[in-house]
């Protein structure tokens, strides 16, 4: 029975660790879509400008669509181990929360990858000229607004960390400074969504701090994980 035990505590301290590392290069591939995106258009308007030069993005818009996809096939371990590790406590907070999470993201990537790929089927048919460019150029301004579709997603997202916040209130399992900086986040992320001055810099500000909830919860879910010394 001993020995049980000892095996059901080592799994245990695996699956965190796992998690843990989940987590961390989920955060790592955030940024990186984030980095390899800045190319990517702001508006229908910019749909001619974008199909003329995207031979020059095609490599950052690839490498975005494979960052955006692992960091979907690492959220989901990571934010399951999340859900654990509040150990059924706030249930229906916690559930409602992961889902957000992860409704959040596999729609932002499912949006992200899907205009690149519009985008650069579109783009050899601007090549060919005449009608097809024109033609070209009406679809791209279609799916570039469709685009925002992507904000909705991150939306989403963002709103799963400021109910895992909430979920942190008493300070379990989590910090309650940490359950703060989630809802904060998540506050700022919105406020940017909307086309007012400084709307940028709330996004910004807003996605740091979700990035920063992401890395503390993977520190501690390791920590949660470390062997403690018998008494």
Not at 137 to 157: C, M, N, P, T, W
């Amino acid at each position: 029975m001993a020995a049980n035990a000892s095996s059901g505590r080592n799994s245990g301290e695996w699956d965190s660790r796992l998690e843990c590392l989940c987590g961390i290069l989920f955060g790592v591939l955030v940024i990186a879509t984030f980095v390899t995106s800045y190319n990517f258009p702001a508006g229908p308007s910019e749909a001619d400008a974008t199909l003329a030069q995207f031979s020059s993005f095609r490599t950052a818009f690839l490498a975005g669509d494979i960052f955006i996809g692992l960091a979907v096939v690492f959220a989901i371990p990571y934010f399951v181990g999340v859900r654990n590790a509040f150990e059924g406590e706030n249930r229906l907070l916690v559930g409602t929360a992961t889902l957000l999470a992860l409704v959040g993201i596999v729609v932002t990537a499912v949006v992200f990858i899907g205009e690149a790929v519009a985008l650069d089927v579109l783009s050899g048919a601007y090549a060919t000229g005449g009608v097809s460019k024109t033609a070209a150029i009406i679809v791209a301004q279609a799916v570039i607004g469709f685009g925002s579709v992507e904000v909705f997603g991150f939306l989403v997202f963002a709103a799963g960390f400021a109910v895992y916040g909430f979920a942190t209130r008493r300070g379990r399992p989590f910090p309650r400074w940490l359950g703060y900086v989630g809802i904060l986040g998540a506050v700022l992320f919105l406020l940017g969504a909307f086309p007012v001055n400084g709307a940028f810099i709330a996004i910004l500000a807003g996605t740091v701090l979700i990035l920063v909830w992401i890395f503390a919860s993977s520190g501690l879910l390791w920590r949660s994980g470390t062997p403690r010394a018998a008494p």
